[in-house]
């Protein structure tokens, strides 16, 4: 049961990204740590808290219109903003404890939720405190990743082609590095950093929830959750807790066919012809630059400026097309003046 006013001394961990970034895996490793409890996925601030703050701004909006004679009425006329905000804190507090519970000698919370990359603003506005873990991951490994799991686990959320794919991983990008001023703060991690130098990235990031380990250990847990390892598991890790309203029920355990795929970087690669390379880079190609991924776009390959030039042929054909079908049209439509 919830204790609406407890006020939890946690400490509030968020990793977010783009889904499809190694997200799940930092988490199987920072909750390994005795004084970290990490639960499955919560949703709790895209689900649950933005859309009442979304409800609570567009109520008194309309309260404050003045040209508006309707009648007066909503939460803001029971409670004021500052109460509001003490309640939206206080249910975070409830929950990070009700976490907490369920790993006695824990005192950081860390949530992995990659859509808390869209309300980052949401967080900061209930639980300014909260510390963000940026898992950033070359966005084709992530586009091929999304449109793979569109046909099987991910057809909820995951796009099934690539230029999409590509957007939603700059807009993931995007709406999570809105954190980085974070007064609770804010690191970004790499994910091919974690394959090539595991021990230092993972102790880097213990540091952000403030937990000194040193490389040793941190080594010992990178070996302990190998991604191969977990994936030939196909288990939830036993660092995540599952339970609430379905404790017991063996199918928490368990994740989703198609859940691990490759884990390497680059994989992208032994699937992506021309087509798939130029619809990445026109959806997000500046972006790998920015990051460092690419120093230029020639990595997308020759046929780039063939491709546009097929491109801009086909769409003049079909301009001619549709203005000769229509001066057919005109030609052939019966001549309605009467003499």
Known sequence: MFIIGAMSDARLVLIIGSPRSGTTWLQMLLGAHPAVASPQETDLFRMYLQPLAQSWDRQV???????????????????????????????????????RARKPGSHIVVEKSPGHSTCTDVIERFWPEATFIHVIRDGRDVAASLVAASTEFGRNFAPGSVGRAARMWRTRLDGARQAKDAPGGYIEVRYEELHTDGAATLQRAYAACGLEVSLDDCAATVQQFAFDKVSASGAVATSIITGGEFDGDARTRVEPRGFFRK??????RDDWEFPQRHDFDAAAGDMLIELGYERDHTWVGHGRARHHWKEASARRTATLLRRAAKRIDRLAAPDTNDD
Request: glycine share 12%; aromatic share 8%.
């Open 263 to 268: 884990g390497v970087a680059g994989g992208w």
């Open 61 to 99: 909006e309309w309260l404050r219109d003045t040209s508006n004679d309707r009648r007066r009425k909503g939460l803001p006329t029971v409670v004021d903003a500052a109460r509001f905000h003490e309640l939206g804190h206080d249910f975070v507090a409830a929950t990070i404890d009700e976490v």
